[in-house]
C-alpha cells in the first residue's frame, strides 16, 4: 500500500510540474489587446438570440447605454 502511495505522489508530481512548465510558456495576457474596452464603442452588429431573433447595437441601447456580455458555454 505504502509503494503505492509513493508511486501515485510521483506520478502527480510529474503531472504538476508539467502543467506549470505549460502555464509558463503561454505568457501574459494583455487584456487591452483582446477586443473593445470598457468605455470604447463598439461597432454595429446585427446578431440573432437564441430564438432566431435579429439584434441590433441600436435595439438594445437604453437611455443610458447598454452593456454586453458575450458568455461561452461549456457545451459550444
Known sequence: MRIIIQKSLLILSFVLC?????AQE????????????VGERVPDFELK???GKTH???SIMGPNGAM???HRSADW
Open 26 to 37: 503561454r505568457g501574459a495576457i494583455v487584456v487591452a489587446e483582446l477586443g473593445p474596452q
Open 49 to 51: 438570440d437564441q430564438f
Open 56 to 58: 441590433t447595437l441600436d
Open 68 to 70: 454586453l456580455l458575450f
Open 18 to 22: 508539467g502543467s506549470l512548465a505549460v
